[in-house]
């Protein structure tokens, strides 16, 4: 295990299925920079991501690795994408209702892609699923339909980091 340093928390959306405040269905995930350029959310499965009794849904692991392995372009640039390409790996079962970390990085940005990896672990560290993306390199606008989006859209909603220390896997 390695501590690692939050630096920032990077913005949320009001509907977005991972990170939305305003989701009622979405896992309301908070996302982070850390040091070494890597992003952490931490986030908690309701019964309503359930798959089998006590499991998270594939598809709900899934969209959180997709999400912190994309915000980690944002942890250096000013760089927005989408996905092009998401493999999952699952390891172990992804509890229900239980603090969890994800834990994303780039590992590669060309002209008009980039890619990155990540992982769901648990807070003793054991890594419960991978992920690997690849993210086509788009502006705001052509995401969006707009050339930049309101606060209330996509802003900083908490004033206080949870934490400024965490322990995840190298």
């Known amino acids: 295990m390695k501590e690692y340093k939050i630096i920032s928390e990077q913005p949320s959306s009001d509907l977005c299925f991972v990170c939305g405040v305003k989701n009622d ?3 309301k995930t908070r996302i982070f920079k850390l040091e070494d350029n890597k992003t ?4 908690s499965g309701k019964d309503i991501h359930q798959s089998y009794p006590n499991r998270m849904h594939g ?6 690795l997709d999400e912190v392995v994309g915000r980690a372009i944002q942890t250096t640039t000013d760089i927005w994408g989408v996905t092009m390409k998401f493999a999952t790996k699952y390891i172990k079962p992804v509890p229900l209702n239980k603090e969890l970390y ?3 990085e780039i ?3 060309t002209r008009h892609l980039f890619k990155g990896e990540g992982y769901i672990c648990d807070e ?4 419960l699923a991978q ?3 690849l993210y086509r390199i788009l502006p705001t606008e052509l995401i969006t339909g707009k050339k930049e989006l309101s606060k209330e859209e996509w802003s900083n909603r908490y004033h206080k980091l949870p934490i400024k220390v965490v322990k995840l896997p190298k």
């Open 131 to 133: 992920g690997e993306g």
């Open 107 to 109: 590992t590669k940005i």
């Open 25 to 27: 269905c979405g896992l």
């Open 102 to 104: 994800a834990v994303g």
């Open 40 to 43: 952490l959310a931490i986030f």
């Open 124 to 127: 003793d560290g054991n890594i």
């Open 59 to 64: 598809g709900v692991i899934t969209a959180i």
